[in-house]
């Protein structure tokens, strides 16, 4: 491949990559973060003593920023403007590694935001449901981790 000439425009598909991941994954993490903090604030009114069990969903929310982190990075240390080292077909793979972490990252983020807000106000209610919020918190944090799996192995793969 290296005696190929590649396009001028290569390297942009592979920043875009590193942008997606961090950007995406980011938008989620916030929105977890303030949809389970407007929660967290409603709740704390009526039981203060529960605001540290309440943290972790804003935790869970800030790892889906941290796996974001974490391809944006690979993905930047791989870019290289140089066209025999860095070509088209791994600019493409480093944008496809970057959106699955980064859409994995908001659909993660939306998720631990929707079930942290109800599930801190429950809990205040009921502490009994403390135990089945975290359950569900956790398949909400596991679809990010899928979105970084198949980013690493994305980000990683070397053309043959």
Same mark, same amino acid.
């Given at each position: 491949?290296a005696?190929?000439?590649?396009?001028?425009?290569?390297?942009?598909?592979?920043?875009?990559?590193?942008? !997606?991941?961090?950007?995406?994954?980011?938008?989620?993490?916030?929105?977890?973060?303030?949809?389970?903090?407007?929660?967290?604030?409603?709740? !704390?009114?009526?039981?203060?003593?529960?605001?540290?069990?309440?943290?972790?969903?804003?935790?869970m929310?800030?790892?889906?920023?941290?796996?974001?982190?974490?391809?944006?990075?690979?993905?930047?240390?791989?870019?290289?403007?140089?066209?025999?080292?860095?070509?088209?077909?791994?600019?493409?793979?480093?944008?496809?590694?970057?959106?699955?972490?980064?859409?994995?990252?908001?659909?993660?983020?939306?998720?631990?935001?929707?079930?942290?807000?109800?599930?801190?106000?429950?809990?205040?209610?009921?502490?009994?449901?403390?135990?089945?919020?975290?359950?569900?918190?956790?398949?909400?944090?596991v679809?990010?981790?899928?979105?970084?799996?198949?980013?690493?192995?994305?980000?990683?793969?070397?053309?043959?």
């Open positions: 491949m005696d190929v000439e590649q396009p001028l425009y290569t390297p942009f598909f592979g920043v875009m990559g590193a942008t !997606s991941a961090i950007v995406f994954s980011a938008l989620g993490a916030a929105y977890g973060t303030a949809k389970s903090g407007t929660g967290i604030a409603t709740m !704390s009114v009526m039981r203060p003593e529960f605001i540290m069990k309440s943290v972790i969903p804003v935790v929310a800030g790892i889906i920023a941290i796996y974001g982190l974490v391809v944006a990075a690979l993905i930047a240390n791989s870019l290289s403007a140089d066209p025999t080292e860095y070509t088209l077909f791994l600019s493409f793979v480093h944008l496809g590694a970057g959106l699955s972490v980064g859409l994995s990252g908001v659909a993660a983020g939306f998720a631990i935001g929707i079930v942290g807000d109800a599930g801190v106000r429950g809990t205040a209610q009921q502490p009994r449901l403390f135990v089945g919020m975290i359950l569900i918190l956790i398949f909400a944090e679809l990010g981790l899928y979105g970084l799996i198949v980013a690493l192995i994305l980000a990683t793969k070397s053309p043959k």
